[in-house]
């Protein structure tokens, strides 16, 4: 059929091997996260970023991992800590960073700031505030895809944290029953705001919520882009195949506090300086590469790459005009 045929060339087959130019461009994506993650952070230290800002360090090998899976079409949503997911889906770094700023080149022309701006061309529907809200809407881009029969696969992500939410197991339900191509993803970064997940949930293998509802879950190493890819490969494949859904909970670590006015007083430094030295994910890639041949020649270019893209971002979004007055009169009302 012409949708399978199309399903071959949007999505990799779940045997496709990640080969070097796959890992390079893994480890630039992660690294171009935390460069932009660093720099938001000193903006917003600034003032320059006003509202909430939640910075998505630590955490890069998820996403990145999901969208080498994700085939064209597929659609992203995810909750308030955002920036990352943008990103890896394709957007522009200047965009990002001047919607941060509240500047009218930002992907919402400013309004949106750092939790709510969108981009239809890349198929990333937000960055939603209201925690667990996107688990339902991610759902329902589902039920479009299985509606129109498009072959289409929506990846909904949102944390440990709201993974007990009464709307996600509505979700679960839905998405059972009419075997919804939906990929749920619990980024389960141990600890929701500042309460350690074992202390918030009675289940202690998320991987194992959706199974009252037949969903097949498993529980992926998030510091290691490769073991996220692979587990990524086989729920994207399950979903295009017409099987319903699948739930990824996928263990990764933030290493800031949960948002700019978070202390973290709840771990402790040492808790945190184990994660950095010994799991970080993008460490981890840098090492896989070594290990077959590429040089630190290689790591520098890319290195001087990201910096550059980073500070233009910077630049853009201080230089970049305010949104006009007229602007508070758009987008509130579509006509029918």
């Given amino acids: 059929m012409a949708q399978a045929a199309e399903s071959r060339k949007r999505g990799k ?68 800590r955002d920036h990352g997911h943008m990103l890896a889906a394709g ?18 022309r400013g309004k949106g700031g750092s939790m709510h701006m969108f981009s239809k061309e890349r198929n990333f529907f937000g960055g939603h505030g209201i925690v667990g809200a996107q688990v339902s809407l991610g759902n329902g ?35 059972a029953m009419l075997k919804l191509p939906v990929v749920f993803i619990i980024e389960n970064n141990k600890y929701g705001m500042g309460t350690a997940v074992d202390r918030a949930s009675a289940s202690h293998d998320l991987s194992k919520n959706g199974a009252p509802w037949g969903i097949p879950g498993i529980k ?13 490969d086989l729920a994207i494949s399950t979903c295009r195949a017409g099987k319903g859904p699948y739930l990824l909970e996928v263990e990764t670590y933030r290493y800031r506090g949960h948002s700019m006015s978070d202390p973290a007083r709840y771990r402790t430094r040492e808790e945190v300086q184990a994660m950095r030295t010994q799991h970080d994910c993008i460490e ?53």
């Fill in 284 to 336: 981890n890639v840098r090492h896989k590469l070594e290990a077959i041949g590429v040089e630190e020649a290689a790591f520098r270019a890319i290195d001087d790459e990201v910096k550059g893209i980073v500070q233009d971002a910077a630049d853009f979004a201080q230089t970049s005009p305010e949104p006009d007055e007229a602007e508070l009169w758009t987008d509130i009302l579509v006509e029918g």
């Fill in 13 to 80: 087959t779940k045997e496709a091997a990640v080969n070097q130019p796959q890992l390079l461009d893994a480890y630039r994506t992660m690294l171009l996260i935390r460069r932009f993650e660093e720099k938001a952070g000193q903006l917003y230290g600034m003032g320059l970023i006003g509202g909430f800002c939640h910075l998505y360090i630590g955490q890069e090998a998820v996403v990145t991992g999901m969208q080498m899976a994700a085939g064209e079409g597929d659609q992203v949503i995810t909750s308030y």
């Fill in 141 to 175: 881009l589902a039920f479009s895809n299985w509606y129109r029969g498009n072959d289409r696969v929506s990846l909904t992500y949102f944390g440990d944290g709201a993974s007990n939410q009464g709307q996600v197991y509505e979700s679960f339900n839905l998405a």
């Fill in 91 to 108: 957007m522009e770094a200047r965009g990002v960073m001047a919607e941060l700023t509240g500047r009218s080149g930002g992907y919402s």
């Fill in 220 to 232: 992926v190493d998030g510091m290691d882009v490769v073991a996220v890819r692979e587990a990524a």
